[in-house]
Structure formats: C-alpha cells, structure tokens
C-alpha cells in the first residue's frame, strides 16, 4: 500500500479560473476527508466522506467548492472562480472505522496559489 | 466552541535534551486528542492518540499526557534527535464538533546537532 496520494502536488493559477484536485486514498478505507491549511495555522476541515456518502460539510466550504467521491474509490474537490483566499495547501486524509473517531491517514497535500 | 492553543509556536534546543511540547483546550468534554507530526512537503502523520479515559500514551521517545479537566496535554521528547525537528500538531476530537479534529496551530521544533 503506498499510502494516499494527492495530485497535482502544486497548482498556480490565475484569479477567476477553476481548480480541480484529486485525492487518492488507501485502498479499503471507507471514509475521505479534506481540510485546509494556510501558513502557520493548523488545518481546517472542509469535508468528509463515508464510502460515496458526503456526510458533512464545513461552512467555511463556500459554494463555489464542491466535492465528490464516485463509487467510494478516489475523491475530487473543485473550486470554481478561484479567489486569492484560497491560496493554502489541500489536504486528504482516509481512515477505516466503523466508531465515531478514526486514525486518519494523510496525503501530502496540494499546494495552490491562486495570482 | 473548541479552540485548541499551543505554546510556543518555536522552539530550538541542542541535539540530546529533554523537552516538551504543550497543547491546551478550551472544552474538556473532548472524546480523544492526538498528537501529529508534520513535515515539509510530506503531509501529517499521526505520533499518539489519547482516549479520554487515559492519562497517557507512550511510543519509543514519545509520551503524551492528558489531563481533561485542566484541558492540557503535553508531548514529552526524550533525547532528542535533528531528526525529530517538524512541527508538531496536537488535535481533539468532541460529540460538540461532530466527532472532527480541532487543530492546534502546531510547535515548530528545531533540534540543533
């Protein structure tokens, strides 16, 4: 198992356009998340998954984010009309539980910077 | 609302010594805090979880302690390594945040050789 991984590792794009990253997680793990984290701070939720289910989204997740996981496998988290606020790094983790908390395991991250 | 704090933000000590990191919570009915290392450019990686029934964990050189009704824990590092510096995050779980992680803003640690 190689772990999760996140793609692209780095994303620079213009304000206005549309972002797509991909989180792939450990294969098996029913639950998917992302956060958010900017320069010294630590990360903020934004979303999670449990299998193909979206169970709860963060309000700090504006309608111009979506998230989605077809078929409880690999996730997508899209930002449409990027902002220079949302340059920060993406995080994904995954975890196996069937309790209430889990052991996350986490990707390294994609880093956006929005000019 | 949860707000977790950790103090300092750096922190620089000589390769060998003894040292801890502090975490604190405004909400103690916590269901479990954690304890995360972060590296440059590789993500977050879990060191020790603490139920909220224990008083600590222990891992090699690590040891977290946990005391809810104070809403402090702290990681202990014993003889420390250059390979230990990153910055370490502690982060708690509630019923009151839905069961997600409240972070720490993290304890940026520098062991110099």
């Known amino acids: 198992d190689t772990g999760v991984s996140q793609d692209p590792r780095h994303k620079i794009t213009k304000r206005g356009q549309n972002v797509t990253f991909r989180c792939d997680p450990i294969?098996?793990?029913?639950?998917l998340y992302w956060y958010r984290q900017t320069l010294g701070q630590g990360p903020e939720f934004l979303t999670y998954?449990?299998?193909?289910?979206?169970?709860?989204k963060s309000r700090l997740l504006s309608d111009r984010f979506s998230a989605e996981r077809p078929k409880g496998s690999f996730s997508t988290l899209e930002i449409q009309r990027t902002e220079q606020g949302d340059s920060a790094m993406y995080l994904c983790?995954?975890?196996?539980?069937?309790?209430?908390?889990?052991?996350?395991?986490f990707g390294p991250g994609t880093r956006l910077t929005v000019l | 609302k949860q707000e977790v704090t950790q103090i300092p933000a750096a922190l620089s000590v000589p390769e060998g010594e003894n040292l801890v990191l502090n975490c604190s919570f405004t909400?103690?009915?916590?269901?479990?805090l954690q304890w995360f290392r972060q590296d440059p450019g590789k993500g977050l990686t879990s060191l020790l979880l603490?139920?909220?029934s224990q008083r600590e964990q222990t891992s090699g050189r690590l040891n977290a302690s946990l005391d809810k009704s104070s809403g402090r824990s702290t990681l202990y590092i014993a003889a420390s390594q250059p390979g230990d510096s990153a910055t370490y995050l502690c982060a708690v779980t509630s019923a009151n945040s839905n069961y997600q992680l409240i972070w720490g803003a993290g304890t940026k640690l520098i062991i110099k050789p």
């Open positions: 983790a995954s975890s196996y539980s069937l309790q209430v908390t889990d052991t996350q395991y």
């Open positions: 294969s098996e793990h029913n639950r």
């Open positions: 603490i139920q909220s």
């Open positions: 909400d103690s009915a916590i269901y479990n």
């Open positions: 998954f449990q299998n193909e289910a979206q169970l709860e």
